[in-house]
Nanobody, 121 residues
Framework: QVHLVESGGGLVEAGGSLRLSCAASGSTFSSLALAWYRQAPGKQREQVAT???????DYTDSVKGRFTISRDNAKNMVYLQMNSLKPEDTAVYYCNARRTFNDYKIGPNYWGQGTQVTVSS
């Protein structure tokens, strides 16, 4: 079992920045693939950024160049730095973890409770 707790959401004006944090516990953190997803009202949950223990990182096209995912294995933390925020980034953001084998994701998804990000125009 992996327990995830997000923080750092809030209200920001367009063009501003926020940093989301996610604290993980319950598993060997360094072996987890970590990701951030978001879900806007009336839309499906989408993967925003993901990173594997081996260093493979991927972003959805709409956030490339603006968002950065990072991890601190010593603190069991994963972050999402969000710059140049747009109103369309408004959503509930969820931290996600999966165990890996040879840097490939395996097993169930673990989710945090979500944190609201609202970007005003």
């Amino acid at each position: 079992q992996v327990h995830l707790v997000e923080s750092g959401g809030g209200l920001v004006e367009a063009g501003g920045s926020l940093r989301l944090s996610c604290a993980a516990s319950g598993s060997t953190f360094s072996s987890l693939a970590l990701a951030w997803y978001r879900q806007a009202p009336g839309k499906q949950r989408e993967q925003v950024a993901t990173g594997t223990p081996g260093g493979r990182i991927d972003y959805t096209d709409s956030v490339k160049g603006r968002f950065t995912i990072s991890r601190d294995n010593a603190k069991n933390m994963v972050y999402l730095q969000m710059n140049s925020l747009k109103p369309e980034d408004t959503a509930v953001y969820y931290c996600n973890a999966r165990r890996t084998f040879n840097d490939y994701k395996i097993g169930p998804n673990y989710w945090g409770q979500g944190t609201q990000v609202t970007v005003s125009s």
